[in-house]
């Protein structure tokens, strides 16, 4: 049977500690093929001065020139939602049935292996290649192992390597501060960096046209035609209430960039960020992921759409239960998320009055707007979050106020 050894990892960038894992694998597997995947950016962890996931790729690619039998693949890259280990190998046990998979891990990873997605599942379809760096930890590496096979069962190996303390924070610290770093990572990888000005500045992130051709691929079909007529909905607003049209549009198309993820998702999203969810919006499915994609939402923006606006992050944090005194472009993308020209239900008052009243009163819109989800999660007997009653309560003052 033919062998794969497959490297996963964040890689931003690749360096020499995990040149040193390769080549290890390559030693002591002989694999025939190894396969090194870049894993989706997690939603928890910051974005990288804007560094987008073709550029980790294309890095990698560089090591196909370096080595006869390395390829690099893109499949996390393209798994919508979170990627997982136990789906990929699984993936690649389907493309390569006749092949042993072995899957690549640091030593500090086989710590906390039997808390990752289903572990189980890993070993059912891969074997596991320990890499272990420091000497000192081969007996805790190999009471784990033992541990392991007896609750999970599996087949292990412990590659030795020689340990190399370089991170990719301490290369990407030493570009930002104009420090060499030839010998720190492989000389193809180094030029590409340079060739393509990575990590020298911030916010070089996506253009709206490449934010909305990203939703296309990342949405489900209905959820992009939504989030298209929120965007141009949004624009339409800005004009009239005074508004930078792309910060509109930009918010609009990314309003529900969080939508691709499961209730569970959502919550260690907002948990990662220390993002305070009540006991109320954890306390069923449906309603963490009506209530939660909003404010996970915001953090996708920013950790992986590269999105700095503090007020475009905070439109979209509030679009789905609003404020009190939100600020205009909050209103815009509230108030465009439930008057898109796609929203067909019926509403009391109709959907038709609120749009007309859009662009004639944004508060007195938003007023009505929490009137009928209040009215309607009532009718239902579902739980109605504090903000939207605060906010109806508010725009209400401000309405009999104009009225006195």
């Avoid at 974005?47 to 996931?53: C, E, F, L, P, T």
């Avoid at 301490?170 to 010998?183: A, D, F, K, T, V």
């Avoid at 969810?277 to 209530?291: G, H, V």
């Avoid at 008057?339 to 038709?352: A, C, F, S, V, Y």
């Amino acid at each position: 049977m033919k062998k794969i050894a497959l490297l996963g990892g964040s890689f931003n960038p690749f360096h020499n500690g995990h040149k040193a894992m390769l080549d290890a694998a390559i030693k002591g597997i002989n694999p025939d093929t190894v396969i090194i995947m870049p894993a989706k950016k997690p939603p928890h962890k910051m974005a990288y001065m804007g560094v987008k996931d073709i550029d980790r790729f294309n890095m990698l690619k560089c090591l196909e020139k370096d080595y006869d039998n390395v390829i690099v693949s893109d499949m996390e890259l393209k798994t919508p939602g979170f990627s997982y280990t136990k789906d990929t190998v699984f993936k690649l046990k389907k493309l390569y049935p006749d092949s042993i998979i072995y899957f690549i891990m640091g030593g500090d990873s086989i710590a906390n292996f039997e808390k990752w997605r289903e572990p189980d599942t890993i070993v059912k379809y891969a074997y596991i290649c320990v890499c272990i760096r420091n000497e000192a930890n081969v007996d805790y590496v190999k009471d784990k192992i033992t541990y392991l096979k007896n609750k999970i069962g599996g087949n292990y190996y412990i590659l030795n390597f020689e340990r190399i303390d370089i991170s990719s924070t301490m290369i990407r610290n030493n570009i930002l501060n104009n420090i060499s770093c030839r010998g720190l990572l492989p000389d193809s990888i180094l030029e590409y960096i340079v060739e393509n000005n990575l990590y020298r500045k911030t916010g070089n992130g996506y253009s709206l046209k490449e934010l909305v051709e990203i939703m296309e691929q990342e949405l489900l079909k209905s959820r992009y035609i939504h989030s298209l007529g929120v965007m141009n909905c949004a624009a339409d607003l800005a004009v009239i209430y005074n508004v930078d049209i792309n910060r509109a549009m930009t918010a609009g198309i990314l309003h529900d960039c969080a939508k691709i993820y499961s209730a569970a998702e959502l919550i260690n999203i907002c948990g990662q960020n220390n993002v305070y969810l009540s006991a109320n919006e954890k306390s069923d499915e449906q309603t963490t992921k009506n209530l939660v994609h909003s404010k996970a939402g915001s953090i996708i923006a920013h950790n992986i759409y590269f999105i700095d606006d503090e007020e475009i992050l905070s439109a979209i944090y509030y679009h789905t239960v609003g404020r009190p005194a939100m600020t205009m472009l909050e209103k815009i993308i509230f108030v465009a998320d439930y008057i898109e020209p796609g929203r067909k239900q019926l509403t009391n008052p109709p959907l038709d009055e609120i749009r007309r009243t859009a662009y004639e009163d944004i508060d007195k819109s938003v007023e009505l707007i929490c009137k009928n989800t209040i009215d309607y999660l009532n009718s239902i007997e579902k739980y109605v979050d504090n903000n939207t009653l605060e906010t109806y309560d508010y725009y209400k003052a401000i309405r009999e106020d104009k009225n006195e």
